[in-house]
DNA sequence: GAGTGGTCTAGACCACCAA
DNA sequence: TGGTGGTCTAGACCACTCT
C-alpha cells in the first residue's frame, strides 16, 4: 500500500499541497484496517513525502526543489529564494571550558576557557540553522583591547571583521558536512516535521599561520537549507 | 515512554551495541500494550538510535562518532577510519539527453547527448555513495581523440587527469551540500536502515576559463559518509 | 457538529534467529 | 523450540480543524 501510494505522489497524482485520501476512504479502498493505512502512511512520512494534519487530512508535501543553481564562494542558500532578508541573532553568550573535541579543533588544551556564542539564523520567522561558535580567550581579550566586547554583540555574522581588526585575519576554513536526524530539541527549534534530517557542518577558521581562530558546529534544517561552496583545485 | 527510553539511551545506561528491554518485558514496566511500546521504539528508531532486530532484540546503534577531525584539501572520509582501501567502480555508462537541470549546470543545452557514468564508491563491502557524473560530448571526443574511450573505463576517480590530458585543465568546483531521507532505491542500495538521512552533493567542475567540464550528483550513506573541504576566504 | 488524524487496547498470526 | 520483533484486525476514545 505504501508503495502504491508512494508511486501515485511521485507520479503528481498526488501534487504538493494536496492531500491524499482518508483514512476511512484508504481502508475502504484497501481493504484494511484502520491502524495498517497508518503504518503505510507513517512510512511515507519518515521518508518526507507526506505530513498528516489533524482535523485537515494527509497533505503532500512540497518538493525540495533540486534548482542547486551556480552561487559564488562561501555563500549559504535558503529556500524558497525569497527576498526578506534573514536574520542571525546571538542568543546566548558564555564562558565555558573546552572539552576534549574543542581543544582539538582550536588546537588548545582542555579546561581552558573558551567563549562559547549560540547564534539562531531565522529565515521568514522560522530558525533554518543553530550556529554554535567557540573562540579562544586569547582572541576574545584582543578584540576587547580594539574596544568592542563580544559578549555585548547581537549582530552576528562579523566576527571575521572584528578578528581582522584584532590582528588576526581569518584566510583559510575547513568544513566537514555529515547528516542526521535531529534531536527532539532540534526538531523543536527548527520546525522540524516528522522525516527531516539535518545538515551538520563542522568549521574551522585560520589565518594565516594556521592558526585555529573559531571553530563553528551548525545544525542547519534539512529542508531549508543548502550550502553552497567554491573551492580551487590543487594541481 | 519514548522520552524515557531516549534518556536511558543517550545516557549510556543501554550503551551502543546492547539490546534494550524486549517488548514483553516493556509492556509490563510502562503497563502498556505491544503496540504502544512498539510505537515508542518505532520514534526512536526514526531518530537513528536504536535498530529492531527480529529474532535477536532491540539494539541500540553505533553513535556516528563525531571525531570530526581536520583533512587536507578535498577529502571524503568515511568511518570507522579503516586502512582497507575503497573502492569507486562504474557500473553504468550510457549516453543521455541532457534535461533542463543537466543542461544549466553544464550551461548547454536540452536534450543533446551528454555521457552519464554512475559509480559505486564501496568501503568495507558496502556502497556508501552513489555517484551520478554527467560529462559533455564535446570532451568525451577530446579524451577520445587521445586514444582513450571512457565507456571502457572501469577504474573510476581519474577523469580529472583524463580532462587534464585533454586540455581541460579542472580549476575550480562548486559543491552544493543538502540532506533528505532517501528513497526506497537508495536505501537498498546503500544498505540504510530506518531512519538514516543521505548527504546530497551536487557538484560543478569547472576549468580557468570557468567552463563547465563535468557536473556531478552524490548521494552518500548519512551513517558513514562525511565530506570535508578547505577553502580560501575571499578578502 | 462532522470530519480529520493520534493514541491505545487486546488478541492473533507470521518471520526470523539462536541454542 | 522458545523468544524476538513485524504485521494485522476491530474497536474505542481523544485532539484538532473547519464550517
Chains 1, 2 share one sequence.
Request: aromatic share 4%; net charge negative; with cysteine.
Amino acid at each position: 500500500m505504501a508503495t502504491e501510494l508512494r508511486e501515485l505522489i511521485t507520479s503528481g497524482e498526488y501534487p504538493p499541497g494536496s492531500a491524499i485520501p482518508p483514512l476511512p476512504e484508504l481502508m475502504d479502498k484497501y481493504g484494511a484496517a484502520r491502524d495498517t493505512v497508518r503504518e503505510a502512511i507513517s512510512r511515507l512520512t519518515h521518508e518526507g513525502l507526506v505530513s498528516p494534519r489533524r482535523g485537515i487530512g494527509t497533505v503532500v508535501r512540497q518538493r525540495a526543489s533540486v534548482d542547486l543553481s551556480y552561487m559564488p564562494n562561501q555563500t549559504v542558500q535558503t529556500w524558497p529564494a525569497q527576498t526578506e532578508a534573514e536574520k542571525d541573532t546571538v542568543v546566548h553568550c558564555t564562558w565555558v571550558d573546552s572539552d576534549e573535541h574543542i581543544g582539538k579543533q582550536l588546537e588548545i588544551a582542555k579546561n581552558v576557557p573558551v567563549f562559547l556564542r549560540t547564534r539562531h539564523q531565522t529565515k521568514d520567522g522560522m530558525v533554518s540553522r543553530l550556529h554554535d561558535q567557540w573562540i579562544p580567550e586569547q582572541l576574545v581579550e584582543a578584540i576587547r583591547k580594539k574596544g568592542i566586547d563580544l559578549a555585548e554583540e547581537t549582530e552576528a555574522g562579523n566576527i571575521f571583521e572584528l578578528l581582522k581588526i584584532a590582528g588576526y585575519t581569518p584566510t583559510i576554513v575547513t568544513e566537514t558536512f555529515s547528516t542526521r536526524m535531529p534531536s527532539p530539541e532540534e526538531k523543536e527549534i527548527l520546525s522540524l516535521e516528522e522525516g527531516v534530517p539535518v545538515l551538520v557542518i563542522s568549521r574551522v577558521t585560520r589565518d594565516a599561520n594556521n592558526k585555529p581562530l573559531e571553530t563553528s558546529y551548525m545544525v542547519g534544517a534539512g529542508d531549508r537549507i543548502t550550502q553552497t561552496l567554491t573551492v580551487p583545485i590543487k594541481s
